[in-house]
């Protein structure tokens, strides 16, 4: 709201950013029991750091800066030193200030803007740690100008804004829902006075508890989940200094310094409020005002033409404080917990844009007491004026001078609406261009959407023929998994068999080894067998060459023998007729003689062929030993069987010498076959076995070798 500035010099300052100071409350009970912190709050680097992306994830951070930073541990001392000693001090050399507090419901804004009353009323400000910025500046004011001894008067009223409406919290009326109405400052192009507001004079620091107490008695509020107690309207606590000063030359003149301090609403939206129905509607209001606020210092960061100060009743009132001649101070407050994140980063970032809101703060005129009663008589006369006017309904309720005052503002109205409409026609130009661009890229974007649709279709069509190939495949891929399975384990056992075969492979390269070395052993035992067996047959040879010779010699003698005895004959035969029977006898032992030759040539043939016949196949295959140690033993019998017929032979021979003067007493003749026999004491005469000619070239009588090869052992 507007003070009281007169036409004339006015101090101005060049311009100056608002001030924005976060504060962090503490966490509460259930915070520190159902989630963790996401704010770290750097004083002397006057930074912010918010967690955005989880408590484990130390990248996602995001970092703001401002003028001045408190975290929880901060004390309501700290905030007023910091932030109003030094804005009140310029209220006091004639500014308007103001410092309203922005924040989600329930992070310290009322609390922070009027604490609580101490339950001991000893504390001073300076000593009272639960006091708030309202009750510490106005016993600082009474304290500083009490000090100064300076004439002054302080007043104050306390204005809501809630649901749009204004209602004034310090009127003396118990009708609570009686509206005010909002008209501009005449006196100021970017004021505003409200009409019927009530503005109470507060005579010492005691009295500001009992103002407060009567103000929130009737300030609307009501619970929701962010706050048991939260506020659902916007304060606006203003305290006016009027201060007196005597110059050199003894005029008295009047300064005039304003602070306006500001609570605003709850800034979480109606969800997280939990605001149901009217009170749903309420949020809305309050956020439409929030909204317009934020809409308005967008337009003045970005230095728009318009800005929309008449979309809401609440940026009507601080319209001088965005942008204008005020001193403007914002405190943010925040809550440190992770549930509340998102509007944590709503508030820094509505702050970090109101940072850069440039206002031209100037000194409000001195007025000298003339001049000031001259108003104050001008004020009077006109609602004398307009009291009469009412009194003589006339039709017009107004004085003509203060008709002709409307006039005239309602004039300068019409050129600022003027102005605003060119601006919002210019806008609304842009706009329209905006618009058919945008209808163009609409008609753009709606034909590259039914492309899309199409291909869209057609990926469609494709995705279910992919699907079902990919059952398909799915169903292959199931039966060549089997499949492979099956061969898996198939190999398996090959590679047992494998291995079995390879072991067997093994076992067989051994036992050929074996084999070999058999044979080998085998082989070495046929040359030594070829070896002794060529040493018998030769030995065998020697014995029968030997047996041949004393068999000529035998026959040698007896052919000597038989020529005596047939020169004996002869003599026998001169003799006469006694010596026919030994004739006769002499005869049969010829033919015997004979006989026995022929018989011993034929054995001793046959015994050279059957030699013959075994040097062959021994030198042929190798022969085997039982075969030939057979045929061995059937030579020696024959060489014995031989040799003892020829000795009995010859034995008889001798003994038929030796008796032939009794001869014809013990032969007897067989005249038909002409072959004698012996008579002698039981023994028989033996049987030579004869054995058949054996052909050199009858392989089928000719003995063969053994085709049972030695046995190698496993």
Known sequence: MASHNTSGVKREEKGRNIQVVVRCRPFNTVERKTSYGVIDCDQNRKEVTVKTGGVNDKASRKTYTFDMVFGPAAKQIDVYRSVVCSILDEVIMGYN???????????????????????DGQFTWEEDPLAGIIPRTLHQIFEKLSENGTEFSIKVSLLEIYNEELFDLLSPSEDVSERLQLFDDPRNKRGVVVKGLEEVTVHNKDEVYQILERGAAKRKTASTLMNAYSSRSHSVFSVTIHMKEITLDGEELVKIGKLNLVDLAGSENIGRSGAVDKRAREAGNINQSLLTLGRVITALVEKRPHVPYRESKLTRILQDSLGGRTKTSIIATVSPSSSNLEETLSTLEYASRAKNI???????????????????????????????????????????????????????????????????????????????????????????????????????????????????????????????????NTAGQLLSTVGASTRDVSGLHDKLDRKKKVEQHNGEMKQSFEERMEGAFSSMQASIQQHSRSHHDMLSSFSQAVGKKHLWRKRVAEQGSPFTGMKQTIQCLQDQLNLLAMQTQKNFTDL???????????????????????????????????????????????ESVATEVSFDENLVCNENSRVPFFKKSGRKEPKVPVKSKVSENDASQTPQKSKLPLRAKN
């Open 608 to 654: 050279r062929s059957a030699s013959r016949a075994l040097q062959g196949p021994v030198q042929s295959f190798g022969g085997e030993r039982s075969t030939w140690l057979v045929k061995t033993v059937n030579c020696d019998m024959l060489v014995w069987c031989v040799q003892d017929s020829l000795e009995d032979e010859l034995s008889t021979c001798n």
């Open 97 to 119: 200030c103001t410092v309203f507090a922005y924040g989600q419901t329930g992070t310290g804004k009322t609390f922070t803007m009027e604490g609580e009353r101490s339950p």
């Open 358 to 488: 440039m206002n031209k703060p100037e000194v409000n005129q001195k007025l000298t007491k003339r001049t000031l009663i001259k108003e104050y008589t001008e004020e009077i006369e006109r609602l004398k004026r307009d009291l009469a006017a009412t009194r003589d309904k006339n039709g017009v309720y107004l004085s003509a001078e203060n008709y002709d005052g409307q006039i005239t503002s309602q004039q300068e109205q019409i050129v600022e609406y003027t102005e605003r409409i060119a601006a919002m026609e210019d806008e609304l130009r842009k706009v329209t261009e905006l618009f058919m661009d945008n209808k163009t890229r609409l008609e753009q974007c709606t034909a590259d959407l039914d492309e899309k649709q199409q291909r869209l279709e057609e990926t469609s069509r494709d995705l279910q023929l992919t699907r079902e190939r990919l059952g398909q495949e799915e169903f292959i891929s199931s039966a060549l998994t089997t499949d492979q399975e099956n061969l898996y």
